[in-house]
């Protein structure tokens, strides 16, 4: 192959993962100003109402089938499930055809993950804390991918490809180790008929995939029926937009190979038609041609391409920023505030959440990362210095969004909650900025050395 023809392949091949890191790290910023604004109005004159916005209650459904449940909740067990099932798509798409789905691919982010919730829970468990403060184990494990990918975006073209496959391959196994820890752990009371119901239900959706029907009303429609379900059955229903994500077809009825060939055929019938430009109507034959390049355009795509595609900015730029402005809005040093002094706000239970994201993440990405390719199970990429991946690892502890998530999970007390959002942001911002910091030092060293190397090679 010569150079012009792999540089084709190449941009065929990175441009749909660069529009992907374009609206995630778009996204991202948004949520950094939500956040910001969250935080100004919980704190400022206005703060009751932010109290009763999100506490106002909200009825849906027909009684016997009545669910009563506050604005916060709604967004929190039902806008978030779409956010689940959307990340149900991105690990399906990565493991069937992506960054995962080699083994030689999905090793080195894969331990790296494995690393970066590890030793986090490691670092939170061992100071000890006691009753419902314990039950946070699971808040540091977890990573931003908008947050992350949008610091690593503000690095600009600096950035090797290689680096950002890595964070967002790294991102999207430590989401299905969060999805797991949610399942197993932070779920209350099971009530098995509801789950067994929902199984089934499931176990249709698995028998449409497997014979290939792509009406999507089928998936919506049953979908929506085992997210009530879960929600009854005391697993908490995130769980089932994942579960759902993975019965959606992922293979197109049009193969693209096969695409061009036909649409080529159908345009030619359409060209070979007598023109007449007095007469601005279609004849039947003309609109059949079309209606059948519709219809192929629509079958090129699979269900599961198409959906996350036409979801993706719902996420981003609608769910993911309503989340953050319900969820992120913590009163701190005003009056009716739980903290009475700045002392106060940092609570053990904050310092810890902070400490484990900040240097859980930072020493389990890049020590397993490490690990993996001394141990010959993976291979670093080139031109990678590690103190790069010591900074991509700094990036993992961003954990914001499924932080804020599971904290919510894990506590009752709303002075606990409270605690734990500061520590969540502290420790977000922390490892933010010293992520962006330590990667602009590595970035340029490397480009240093690259430079250095190209001018002994002349």
Do not use: C
């Not at 908490?236 to 937009?241: K, L, S, Y």
């Not at 009163?331 to 002094?341: N, V, Y």
């Amino acid at each position: 192959m010569n150079l012009r023809k792999r540089r084709v392949v190449v941009r065929t091949i990175a441009r749909p993962f660069e529009k992907f890191i374009e609206r995630i790290t778009g996204g991202g910023i948004l949520l950094m100003f939500v956040t910001f604004a969250a935080l100004l109005w919980a704190n400022s004159p206005l703060k009751d109402y932010y109290e009763f916005v999100w506490d106002y209650e909200f009825v849906l459904g027909l009684s016997p089938f009545e669910l009563h449940k506050s604005l916060l909740h709604w967004i929190n067990d039902g806008l978030m499930v779409i956010f689940f099932f959307v990340v149900g798509l991105e690990i399906k798409r990565e493991v069937l055809a992506g960054e995962l789905s080699t083994f030689r691919q999905a090793i080195f982010p894969l331990i790296a993950a494995v690393g970066g919730m590890v030793i986090p829970i490691v670092f939170f468990t061992a100071f000890g804390l006691q009753g419902e403060a314990g039950q946070g184990w699971g808040i540091p494990m977890a990573t931003d991918i908008a947050f992350s990918l949008a610091i690593l975006g503000i690095l600009g073209s600096r950035v090797p490809l290689s680096l950002k496959i890595f964070l967002t391959a790294l991102a999207i196994v430590d989401d299905l180790g969060a999805i797991l820890v949610i399942a197993l752990f932070y779920s209350h009371q099971i009530y098995w008929t509801y789950l067994i119901i929902a199984f089934i239900l499931l176990l249709v959706l698995v028998v449409a995939n497997y014979f290939d029907l792509q009406t999507i009303h089928i998936y919506t429609g049953i979908g929506f029926i085992i997210w009530f379900l879960f929600l009854k059955s005391g697993i908490h229903p995130t769980i089932a937009g994942v579960l759902i994500a993975f019965t959606i077809p992922a293979r197109p009825k049009v193969q693209i190979n096969q695409f061009i060939p036909k649409i080529k055929w159908r345009l030619k019938q359409f060209s070979n038609l007598p023109e007449d430009d007095t007469n601005f109507v279609l004849s039947n034959k003309q609109l059949e041609s079309i209606d059948h390049m519709e219809e192929l355009v629509k079958q090129v795509q699979s269900p599961l391409q198409m959906i996350e595609h036409n979801l993706s900015g719902v996420v981003n730029y609608l769910i993911l920023p309503l989340f953050a402005l319900a969820n992120a809005g913590v009163t701190i040093l005003a009056p009716g505030s739980p903290f009475a002094s700045i002392g106060q706000v940092f609570t053990s239970l904050s310092l810890i959440i902070a400490v484990s994201l900040v240097f859980g993440k930072a020493i389990g990405i890049s020590l397993f990362a490490w690990l993996a390719v001394k141990l010959k199970l993976s291979v670093k990429p080139k031109d990678v210095s590690w103190l790069s991946f010591m900074g991509i690892g700094l990036l993992g502890g961003i954990g914001f969004t499924m932080s804020l998530f599971i904290a919510n999970l894990a506590f009752k007390s709303p002075e606990l909650l409270d605690q734990a959002k500061v520590g969540i942001f502290f420790g977000s911002l922390v490892a933010g900025v010293a992520g962006f910091l330590v990667l602009k030092h590595a970035l340029a060293k490397d480009q240093a050395k690259r430079e250095k190397k190209q001018q002994a090679n002349l």
